[in-house]
Nanobody
Framework: VLLQASGGGLVQAGGSLRLSCAAS????????MGWFRQAPGKDRELVAR????????YYTESVKGRFTISKDNAKNTMYLQMNSLKPEDTAVYYC????????????WGQGTQVTVSS
């Protein structure tokens, strides 16, 4: 599975961005796809994930009500709509994929920088 992330940029606090992650190769309905982020000096954290088949979602507490993860099965693309952005959302964002039930994400896209200015 090849993952290509895009959509990052510089935005003022309160603004919005939409990240995209295009998947190619051996994509499957058994996949779980997620968005992670890593800020300088901090550990990588899972921001949101979505089951490719049923569409169930998970969000980390700090982004609930502001971020929305979604997918377009026809386009094999996952999105992260980020609204009401805060400076603490500044990070490199990565998309990743794993099989349902797997402990680790096996496939990773390149990061896309999101910078939120105050």
């Amino acid at each position: 599975v090849l993952l290509q992330a895009s959509g990052g940029g510089l935005v003022q606090a309160g603004g919005s961005l939409r990240l995209s992650c295009a998947a190619s190769g051996r994509t499957s309905a058994s996949n779980v796809m997620g968005w992670f982020r890593q800020a300088p000096g901090k550990d990588r954290e899972l921001v949101a994930r979505i089951n490719w088949s049923g569409g169930s979602t998970y969000y980390t507490e700090s982004v609930k009500g502001r971020f929305t993860i979604s997918k377009d099965n026809a386009k094999n693309t996952m999105y992260l709509q980020m609204n009401s952005l805060k400076p603490e959302d500044t990070a490199v964002y990565y998309c990743a994929s794993k099989m349902v039930g797997a402990r680790t994400y096996d496939y990773w896209g390149q990061g896309t920088q999101v910078t939120v200015s105050s």
